[in-house]
């Protein structure tokens, strides 16, 4: 799994990114990389590809391990997906437990969610 990692970073500084992809795809799948879709967002973004990137990575359903779920809210956001925004972002509330509840009120405002924020205050 390590070799496979190094192959896809090297294809990545050598901007073969369709390689660099399909080696981090394989990473992922194994759900002990944890940078892997990490890497595959820097990637797409730089691609201007990104939304095609995730959709892959949804259908390992590797997407859900991701731990940074404000950034893929936002990511959804920004292209149009609202509901996969609110899920994403949803699901990083759950993630982040009792500290984290100004951080998520905060976080649904600025993204617009005003109704979702109010139904998360009122739970």
């Known amino acids: 799994a390590t070799a496979r990692v190094i192959e896809a970073q090297?294809?990545?500084h050598e901007h073969r990114f369709d390689d660099a992809i399909a080696l981090?795809?394989?990473?992922?799948k194994t759900g002990r990389?944890?940078?892997?879709?990490?890497?595959?967002?820097?990637?797409?973004?730089?691609?201007?590809?990104?939304?095609a990137v995730l959709a892959e990575v949804e259908k390992t359903g590797q997407l859900s391990n991701y731990?940074?779920?404000e950034q893929l809210a936002q990511i959804y956001l920004d292209a149009g997906e609202r509901q996969?925004?609110?899920?994403a972002y949803q699901q990083y509330?759950?993630?982040?437990?009792?500290?984290?509840y100004r951080?998520?009120?905060?976080?649904?405002?600025?993204?617009g969610f005003y109704a979702e924020a109010q139904e998360f205050y009122l739970k």
């Open 10 to 12: 090297i294809a990545h």
């Open 24 to 28: 981090m795809m394989e990473s992922s």
């Open 33 to 51: 990389d944890h940078n892997a879709i990490q890497q595959l967002i820097n990637i797409g973004k730089y691609q201007d590809n990104l939304i």
């Open 67 to 69: 731990w940074n779920g």
């Open 84 to 87: 996969k925004a609110l899920d």
């Open 93 to 100: 509330a759950d993630q982040q437990g009792d500290w984290g």
């Open 103 to 111: 951080q998520i009120m905060d976080g649904l405002y600025r993204m």
